[in-house]
């Protein structure tokens, strides 16, 4: 009988590409990886790996077992499911994603209900950027996370993972108010990018979907941003604009509070989208389809309006 345990190892190295990262990932060493791998091949009856010197691939063997893998994986979490709603009552701790701007803005109020609702559940929330989500969830660090995509930077698809959405917001070009304006809002984006071409701009850090975001739809207007500063907060990229220190791309999320005279705000025709992630098979979860359903409630009518957009 395959080990459970053993292939999800398996399934890690498939999504991971090294031992080394599988053991990172989930607190082992890479030697006892090295073993369980060994045991399940053992248990398979044939090769699953192909070693070259100090890398690994899978076999087509292997990679047959982890499609079966990923099936099995995405029925334990429909019984987990199951048997969670059976029990009645939710209890215990749920493991949440988040990224800043919808922590601040919707995650405070879908708690408190939550809260009202199902006092013995624990939410645990931890802020983790949506390119770290899919590995987080694979890992079992979290059980449900919020993640975005842009419309120059599509989601990929996560084997193993499955999403609902939730709703979509506007983007805004933010410059200093003493600049010459550029096209008037609602107008091209591609345009109202260029207007902007020689200035510096103030991206995310690199790795993150917002960084990813601003470059492509700069080089999708046809140029390369000049990046001076790379912050993640949307709060300080406003205040730096302000300052006069360059522009940037900011989600309708990110402008929230009172308007700032020294900054101007073009809204774009570009839109970015949220959704919510777990474990495929996991949707059903009594603890999750209650968060979803408290997040869904405390989303703003203004971007609610925004969901047919997507």
């Known amino acids: ?12 190295l498939a999504r991971r590409g090294t031992i080394a990262a599988v053991a990172e990932a989930l607190a082992f060493s ?39 893998a990923e099936a099995v994986l995405e029925r334990l979490e429909q019984a987990e499911a199951d048997l969670a709603e059976a029990r009645g009552g939710l209890a215990g701790a749920l493991r949440i994603g988040v990224f ?38 694979r890992a079992g660090d ?52 260029r207007a902007h071409a020689r200035a510096p701009w103030i991206t995310a850090t690199p790795g993150t979907l917002c960084h990813a ?9 046809g140029f390369t941003p000049r990046v001076r500063h790379q912050v993640d907060e949307f709060a300080t990229v406003l205040a730096l604009v302000a300052a006069g220190q360059g522009v ?14 020294a900054v101007r705000l073009t809204r774009l025709s570009v839109r ?5 992630a777990f474990r495929s098979g996991a949707g059903a979860h009594p603890a999750v389809a209650a968060f979803g359903a408290a997040l869904r409630a405390a989303v703003p009518p203004d971007l609610v309006g925004s969901r047919a957009e997507t």
């Open 213 to 221: 975001m601003t470059v492509r739809a700069c080089e999708a207007a």
């Open 30 to 68: 890479p030697s006892a990886v090295s073993q369980q791998l060994g045991v399940l091949e053992r248990e398979a009856g044939l090769p699953l790996l192909e070693r070259t010197g100090r890398r690994v691939r899978l076999t087509p063997a292997g990679e047959n077992l982890v499609r079966h």
């Open 248 to 261: 940037a791309l900011v989600p309708q999320l990110g402008v929230t509070g009172p308007a700032d005279p």
């Open 100 to 137: 800043p701007t919808a922590t601040r803005a919707i995650v405070p109020a879908a708690l408190a209900a939550l809260a009202r609702r199902h006092p013995a559940l624990e939410p645990m929330v931890s802020e983790t950027d949506p390119a770290a989500v899919a590995h987080a969830l």
């Open 142 to 193: 979290l059980d449900v996370a919020l993640v975005h995509e842009y419309d120059f930077v599509p989601a990929p698809q996560e084997p193993g993972l499955a999403t609902e959405p939730l709703f979509a917001e506007a983007m805004y070009l933010a410059a200093p108010a003493g600049e010459t304006p550029g096209p008037s809002e609602g107008s091209d984006p591609g345009a109202a990018l």
């Open 1 to 12: 009988m395959l080990d459970v345990r053993r292939l999800r190892l398996l399934r890690e």
């Open 272 to 276: 970015r989208r949220t959704g919510l």
